[in-house]
């Protein structure tokens, strides 16, 4: 027990010592500091704009007095990202930054002991520098004067030396853990404050350079230690780049304050009184305090003493105590006016403004330099007498720093409501202002209009139809006949490519009209418009974007191979490349090649129905309205996806993500069981690049699990499941038909043991129970649809189903094909089973695709191109079954066949037209303009089928339509027409009457 509290002894003084820092921090509920109200607003801010969906965070719409800033683009976002995580558990912005700067002092002390711990292997240097680190004026002058989150960079910093020195110190798989983390820790530090990358990252690089020559690195060890410095700036890219190429386009760095003013003499640095106010022009009337500290004065002294005892008598140092004294004083040179002419060359210092600033570096320099320094004292009672001596100077000599500054009772109700109190709360929140265009003539006000004119005010009227802090939407009238001018000016801050802003359903180009967007007038039609505007990402900014994420993808490529027990196969490549390319084909830009047909608002509303508590029997219906029921089970499978997405038709898109994954899976391996490893790969190759099968794996409706259940099929039958068989076999059934086509499959089965016939009646049976149900409920209504169905008289057209497999093979092969060619398709398929039949695994299958046709013929009516599905399965193993004979001749015709539907596949990608995501944006686009409306009605005017879906996405998106026939009537129409609004390639007719009553109310 007493080893154990010894070693822990450190760590427990720290804490307290930590503690009794801190405990001004939470003394009041919000106290008053230089920055302090800047940050509540940037941070009221910030959690607003998250909330609309906005990350990488860039725009803060609610300074600069609703027109907006790009605030986050160049100002330190760390602290308000951490506000936004801290904000879900506190529900208080306040306490969260109170949480904020505790923690940086906590984290920056602990990790400065770890650091110099492994750095010194001395407790009692590693416990008196990072004492040292705590207590220093400047220290607490961040949190408690200034409110600056250079607090957090020296929290941070320590961090990052830390993880450097335990990958210094690591070996073998470890050394690429640790390089990872001291490169995710030195991301954090590149945007937790832009002084850090000028003066920290290159004090970083340094002490790395010296490592590396102290320990006589290996190369490895060096190509890891800058690979992890350089991705520190690659992980920090998203915000580092934009801060530094779009600087241009703001004031930024045109406005500096008098820099040569604000220079504290050699006395204010030994002694100035501790103060709450700010640094004035000269030092006469300075408010507050640039003491470096009366400890690190101290110790200054001794390392001075000590390096020049060492130089006279040994002719030789410690590196780490010469490299911190002369960055010690490198830094105090920086601060005093002496430095001026240094300032004057090196035009970037002066973006510091004040000198005082690299009070910081000095105090972090003087920290470790006392560790260092006293683990180079081999006099134990001299180590302990200077420990004790600077750790209680250091904390005595702060004694009178560690309390904030309440707000003055004439001001402390303005944080009761902050958002409505406080002046500042809209302001640009920058001194100077210096955040808005570089062709502003400055801030807005809260009397900037929205939408504003050159000449004739009375020729528009708006009305907001929905603002947030990224986003809103107008209903705007226009009078061209009276207007004056060509544009219309926006009470939005201009910056080149943040603005998506939309006319009439139609994207337009906004252009800076003195630090404003503005529109041509040539956009808007003469009469009622309506105008949107989104903030996005600049090209920029999303170029940086992707440098960061790819620094972590190549992270956690490394990580991934590093930490394999195994080398990677040949095989295991392979396979990584099939799946790269089978989820590329189907994942990307998804949202946009999907439709949302009759099918599909279908199941949405049956999903939506069972979430509600109305439980199903009966699932999707054959052929349409005319037909019987099938089970509900896939309902019951889209309910999840509905369930997470609060009921959102994208719900699609998760269920057919979550679907080709499963199906990628489950196919390679039961396939390498049935067949062969190279067999499963082969198959997986051919469906994800095939168009055809491309084609029907981006559409969410019940035929698409088809393949699926094919294959658990086989396998079920291949190790004589018969009751899981014949479970499989209805649940088949239950998604589509189709699979009643496999029934020749379990002929051989059934012939080996009669007995499993029973089993798989029962498996059967068991999945059609729902049904049963129904029937039993509601008078054998579906029994009658079925019999009515298998029953129907009329003529037959046994050949009627040829035209439709013409259109399959010729969709599996991406190309026109004759009659000719799809017949010969079919009986090579079938040749080629034939000289297999012999094998258990392809004896079902030949005799189903002997079988297939002749039902077809028996239906004698046409059916669709989906009731084919289950063949490609076939077709995918004969292709894969014959790659694998390592034929050179097949192997060229299958090099080429893949050429040809890589290039097929590529036209999957396309967005579809009227899909969901376009229908959506229309249902979006009548959500915002009838929003507090008049009541209205709609009807359409478009090609056949055009009009589905629609109704759930209206429902969704909450527009509310009034079923009264006396109500004015909106139409859909498609193609558009000239007088309606248009949305992509749908336009929407609006009666004028409607219009005016709910248009024209004016609100400039």
């Not at 909330?51 to 330190?76: D, H, K």
Request: contains cysteine; hydrophobic residues 50%.
């Amino acid at each position: 027990m007493k080893r154990f509290f010894l070693k822990f002894l450190p760590v427990i003084i720290l804490t307290i010592l930590i503690v009794w820092a801190g405990k001004g921090i939470f003394k009041y509920n919000v106290f008053s500091t230089h920055d302090g109200e800047h940050h509540f607003a940037r941070s009221f801010d910030a959690i607003a704009t998250f909330s609309e969906g906005n990350f990488p965070l860039r725009w803060a719409g609610s300074l600069n007095y609703g027109c907006g800033v790009p605030i986050y683009n160049f100002f330190y976002p760390l602290i308000y990202y951490f506000v936004i995580i801290l904000n879900f558990a506190t529900h208080n912005i306040f306490t969260a930054l109170a949480i904020i700067d505790f923690a940086s002092l906590a984290i920056g002390t602990l990790f400065f002991y770890l650091w110099m711990k492994k750095e010194t292997d001395s407790e009692l240097g590693a416990l008196g520098s990072a004492i040292l680190y705590l207590y220093a004026p400047y220290r607490f002058s961040l949190i408690f004067v200034r409110g600056s989150p250079e607090f957090i960079a020296y929290a941070i910093l320590p961090v990052v030396l830390y993880s450097y020195s335990l990958f210094f110190k690591a070996g073998g798989r470890r050394t690429i853990l640790y390089a990872l983390l001291a490169a995710l820790t030195g991301g954090f530090l590149t945007i937790s404050h832009n002084f850090t990358v000028m003066f920290l990252m290159p004090i970083i690089l340094a002490y790395l350079i010296i490592k590396l020559f102290l320990l006589r690195s290996c190369l490895k060890t060096v190509v890891w230690t800058f690979a992890a410095y350089i991705s520190a700036f690659g992980f920090g890219a998203f915000f580092v780049g934009p801060a530094v190429f779009e600087k241009g386009f703001t004031k930024i760095g045109s406005n500096f304050l008098q820099w040569r003013e604000h220079f504290p003499t050699l006395g204010q640095m030994i002694r100035s009184r501790w103060g709450y106010f700010y640094s004035s022009y000269g030092t006469a009337n300075d408010g507050m305090s640039f003491m470096l500290g009366y400890a690190q004065w101290v110790v200054l002294g001794l390392a001075a003493t000590w390096i020049a005892y060492f130089l006279i008598k040994a002719k030789k140092t410690n590196i780490w105590v010469v490299f911190f004294f002369i960055m010690s004083l490198a830094a105090i040179y920086l601060i005093l006016p002496w430095s001026i002419p240094v300032w004057e060359k090196i035009k970037p210092l002066q973006e510091i403004q004040f000198s005082w600033r690299i009070l910081g570096i000095a105090i972090f320099a003087i920290s470790a330099l006392f560790g260092f320094l006293i683990s180079q004292i081999k006099n134990k009672k001299i180590v302990l007498v200077l420990f004790i001596g600077v750790s209680v100077l250091a904390v005595y000599g702060n004694r009178n720093h560690l309390l904030p500054q309440p707000v003055s009772s004439e001001d402390i109700y303005r944080y009761d409501d902050f958002e409505k109190l406080h002046p500042h709360r809209y302001s640009t929140t920058t001194l100077g202002d210096d955040v808005v265009a570089a062709s502003a003539g400055g801030a807005c006000w809260f009397t900037t209009e929205l939408i504003s004119t050159e000449g004739n005010k009375n020729a528009i009227s708006y009305k907001v139809s929905e603002r947030g802090n990224t986003f809103g939407s107008v209903r705007l009238t226009m009078d061209k006949n009276q207007f004056v001018g060509d544009k219309l000016m926006m009470g939005l801050g201009y910056f080149p490519g943040a603005y998506r802003f939309e006319a009439n359903g139609q994207v337009i180009e906004s252009f800076d009209c003195g630090g404003l967007n503005c529109i041509s007038t040539l956009s808007l039609k003469n009469g009622e418009n309506f105008l949107s505007w989104r903030i996005k990402q600049t090209p920029i900014q999303s170029f940086f974007n992707n440098v960061t994420l790819l620094f972590l993808a190549i992270w956690i490529v490394v990580v991934f191979f590093a930490f394999r027990k195994k080398k990677l196969s040949t095989v295991n490549l392979a396979v990584i490349t099939v799946f790269v390319l089978f989820a590329f084909l189907r994942f990307y830009n998804l949202e946009k090649r999907i439709g949302f047909g009759w099918d599909n608002e279908r199941d949405a509303l049956a999903v939506k129905s069972i979430l509600q508590g109305d439980l199903k029997l009966i699932g999707p219906r054959v052929l349409a309205d005319t037909g019987f029921f099938l089970p509900p089970y896939f309902f019951y499978l889209l309910a999840p996806f509905y369930a997470l997405s609060n009921l959102s038709p994208y719900a699609t898109v998760y269920f057919l993500i979550f679907y080709n994954l499963i199906f990628f899976v489950v196919s390679f391996l039961i396939l390498k069981k049935l067949f062969s490893q190279k067999v499963a790969l082969l198959f997986l190759a051919f469906w994800a690049i095939n168009p055809h099968t491309l084609s029907f794996d981006t559409v969410a409706w019940n035929p698409l699990l088809v393949p699926l259940a094919f294959v658990i099929f086989l396998y079920l039958l291949a190790r004589s499941k018969s009751f899981l068989l014949g479970l499989v076999w209805g649940v088949g059934v239950s998604f589509h038909i189709q699979f009643l086509l496999l029934a020749p499959i379990v002929v051989p089965f059934i012939l080996k043991d009669k007995k499993r016939v029973r089993n798989i009646i029962w498996g059967f049976a068991l999945t059609f129970a729902p049904l049963v149900l129904f029937d039993l409920r509601n008078n054998f209504l579906n029994l009658k649809l079925a019999s009515d169905f298998l029953l129907a008289g009329g003529a037959r057209d046994y050949f009627s189903f040829l035209p439709v497999w013409d259109n399959v093979v010729a969709r599996t092969f991406g190309m026109p094909i004759s009659r000719l060619f799809s017949v010969f398709f079919y009986f090579l398929i079938a040749g080629v089973l034939y000289v297999w039949r012999k094998k258990p695994a392809w004896r079902g299958l030949f005799y189903t695709w002997l079988f297939f046709p002749l039902a077809f013929a028996f239906y004698g009516k046409r059916p669709s191109e989906y009731y084919f599905n289950f063949s490609l399965v076939i077709v995918g193993l004969v292709f894969a079954k014959l790659v694998s004979l390592k034929s050179k001749l097949l192997f060229f015709i299958v090099l080429l066949l893949l050429v040809h539907f890589g290039l097929k596949a590529s036209d999957q990608l396309r967005e579809t037209p009227l899909g969901l995501y376009q229908k959506d944006k229309i249902a979006q686009f009548l959500a915002k303009i009838t929003k507090d409306t008049s009541p209205f009605n709609l009807s359409y005017s478009v090609g056949l089928g055009q009009d589905v879906g629609f109704r759930y996405l209206f429902d969704y998106r909450g527009v509310k339509l009034n079923g009264n026939d006396f109500d004015p009537l909106m139409q859909i129409v498609i193609p558009p027409q000239k007088n309606t609004f248009v949305i992509d390639r749908v336009g929407l007719e609006i009666p004028k009457g409607w219009l005016d009553a709910n248009w024209a109310k004016r609100e400039n």
